[in-house]
Structures are given as C-alpha cells and as structure tokens.
C-alpha cells in the first residue's frame, strides 16, 4: 500500500494541450489566435444574413412595443414614487411654516407684551414722580398759606 502510494506522488500527468507549450507564453499568460483556433472545437460563426419571416418581424415589434411599454410602466412607477415623495415632504413643509408662524406670533405678541409692560412701568414711575411733586406742592402751598397767614395777623396788630 505504501508503494502504491509513493507511485501515485511520482506520477506525472500529461496535459492534453502539450501541443500548446511552444506557442504559450509564460511570461503575458497568452496563446497565439492561430495555434488556439486551430485547436478550438467551435463552430465558425455565419456571416450570411438570412431573410426573417414576417412572422418573426411582428415578434420582434410586439417584443420591442412590450419592452417599451415595461420602461414606460417602470418610469411611471418611478415618478408615482417621487411625486408621492415630494407631496410628503411639501406636507411636513407646511406643517413646519405653520409651526413658524405661530412661533413667530407668540414672539410677536411676547415682544409686544413686553414693551407695554415697559410703558407700564415707565408710566407708573412717572405717576409716582408726580405724586411726590404734587405732594411738594402741597407742602409748599401750605407753607406759603401758612406764612400769608402769619403776615395777615402781623400786619394786623
């Protein structure tokens, strides 16, 4: 059995292209195309053109008319998914504008709320400041009445 098996590793095989060895070129891994096609089991390819039937020809225009149909469907198909693809988003565009817009009218209105609380205040201190000045008046006009009085009462004795 040993035996066997060390002639089986010394065996060498036989390629069946040996004829191929002086034509290839090891270096580019090429075969000439004359030493190929002399090998070659293919058939030479007709270069005669044969009359179709006009059977044939009405395949070949219902296949061409089925196969532009199929592009057409396969664009429509295509545009039907963009268009539905742009109205969604046009949809969440819209819900975002409005979104906006209320943002901006509560800002709006916030912005107004506070400039009036601003002319609140300013208008309050400005009430107190003529408050102060009506009660200094007062004071002033009394003190006045006061010393008229005095000088009445001088004058009269």
Do not use: C, P
Request: proline fraction near 0%; glycine fraction near 2%; charged fraction near 30%.
């Amino acid at each position: 059995m040993m035996s066997e098996d060390s002639s089986q590793v010394n065996e060498v095989h036989s390629d069946d292209n040996h004829f191929f060895d002086d034509e290839y070129d090891f270096l580019t891994n090429t075969i000439s195309y004359e030493k190929l096609s002399l090998v070659s089991d293919a058939k030479n390819v007709s270069t005669e053109a044969s009359a179709a039937t006009s059977d044939q020809i009405a395949m070949i225009a219902i296949l061409n008319n089925l196969t532009s149909q199929v592009v057409r469907h396969s664009t429509n198909q295509e545009i039907t998914l963009e268009n539905e693809t742009l109205k969604n988003e046009l949809v969440r565009w819209k819900q975002e504008i409005g979104r906006l817009d209320t943002q901006k009218i509560k800002l709006d209105l916030e912005n107004q709320v506070r400039q009036e609380q601003g002319l609140v205040i300013q208008r309050n201190q400005r009430n107190d400041e003529l408050l102060k000045e009506n009660e200094l008046l007062k004071s002033n006009l009394s003190a006045k009445d006061k010393s008229i009085e005095f000088l009445k009462s001088e004058k009269e004795k």
